[in-house]
Nanobody
Framework: VQLVESGGGLVQPGGSQRLSCAAS????????MRWYRQVSGKEREYVAR????????NYADSVKGRFTISRDNAKNTVYLQMNSLKPEDTAVYYC?????????WGQGTQVTVSS
């Protein structure tokens, strides 16, 4: 199983960024996918989840209305569209999947929201 995040970078407050997570090594279309984030020195925080077919999503209160999770099962990729970004969204963002009941993480991608 491999999860590879991309799309992070520096963005100004109020701006937008789209993260991608390319998955391989399991049947992507059968697995819920999740995004988490972590600030150095703090615990990893749940951000969003999407069902296997993409029909159901769930968000942390801190990002609801600003972030959108989506997936393309033909490309084995899950996305996180982040709008109206705030400095407190600065973190390393991780993709997460649990095929076969075992948890897997990507290497993370840094998002920095700063002027």
């Amino acid at each position: 199983v491999q999860l590879v995040e991309s799309g992070g970078g520096l963005v100004q407050p109020g701006g937008s960024q789209r993260l991608s997570c390319a998955a391989s090594g399991f049947t992507f279309s059968s697995i819920y996918m999740r995004w988490y984030r972590q600030v150095s020195g703090k615990e990893r925080e749940y951000v969003a989840r999407i069902s296997s077919a993409g029909g159901s999503t769930n968000y942390a209160d801190s990002v609801k209305g600003r972030f959108t999770i989506s997936r393309d099962n033909a490309k084995n990729t899950v996305y996180l569209q982040m709008n109206s970004l705030k400095p407190e969204d600065t973190a390393v963002y991780y993709c997460n999947a649990s095929p076969g009941g075992r948890e897997y993480w990507g290497q993370g991608t840094q998002v920095t929201v700063s002027s």
